[in-house]
């Protein structure tokens, strides 16, 4: 059974960068999606990006300058660093693994079958 | 990019069946058969319930269903039961290999 974990300060201060880890156990990062969303208290999920095990990334373009997202294979890890953060940030970021779509030649990243169980990040001096 | 659109909340007594709507655009929703939806309790993580439109992971009950018609897609549950009461999202690809919720919807067991 895949888990998923994240890890990193739960207390960012404005301007600052948010720096967060996934460790995925039970299973290889290798050849999958892994994605990052956040949900703000008492709002909706946003998609923040995803990384390939190649290390290829996506970004929301909303929040594209400012994001970037790596992977560790060696470690079954992979980060999400948010920079420049403001209290607009705060939220419940979770780590989560997209399933591999296939059509007409490609794969895409589509949904999310396994979730962590989210940290909470506060943006706050 | 918008949110795709969701009724903030539905409400059904037991037994009965309800439908959520997720409506979006001819970018996304409209265009392809990649939506998703997921079920998320108060304070946890969510859970993937129905991919790919119509079709359900292991485990998910099948009185959990999807559809899909133009730019709107749904997600019926039947014979509802006390431990669906919780937060349901719609998740579309929209191009550009980039994806969008819904706002979500909270549903309420009378």
């Known amino acids: ?59 929301n373009p909303s929040l594209k300058s400012r994001v970037t997202i790596s992977v560790d294979t060696s470690k079954n890890q992979f980060s999400l660093n948010l920079s420049s953060v403001t209290a607009a940030d705060t939220a419940v970021y979770y780590c989560a693994r997209g399933r591999k779509y296939y059509s007409s030649g490609y794969y895409y990243n589509v949904d999310f079958d396994y979730w962590g169980q989210g940290t909470l990040v506060t943006v706050s001096s | 990019q918008s949110a795709l659109t969701q009724p903030a909340s539905v409400s059904g007594s037991p037994g009965q069946s309800i439908t959520i709507s997720c409506t979006g655009t001819s970018s996304d929703v409209g265009s392809y058969n990649r939506v998703s939806w ?36 749904s997600l019926t549950i039947s014979g509802l039961q006390a431990e669906d009461e919780a937060d349901y999202y719609c998740c579309s690809y929209a191009g550009d290999d980039s994806l969008l919720f819904g706002g979500g919807t909270k549903v309420t067991v009378l």
Do not use: D
Request: charged share 15%; with cysteine.
């Open chain 2, 38 to 73: 997921y079920q998320q309790y108060s304070g946890k993580a969510p859970k993937l319930m129905i991919f790919e439109v119509t079709k359900r992971p292991s485990g998910v009950s099948n009185r959990f269903s999807g559809s899909k018609s133009g730019n709107t897609a």
């Open chain 1, 1 to 59: 059974q895949v888990q998923l974990q994240e890890s990193g300060p739960g207390l960012v201060k404005p301007s600052e960068t948010l720096s967060l880890t996934c460790t995925v156990s039970g299973g290889s990062i290798s050849s999958y999606y892994w994605n990052w969303i956040r949900q703000p208290p008492g709002k909706g999920l946003e998609w923040i990006g995803y990384i390939y095990s190649s290390g290829f990334t996506n970004y």
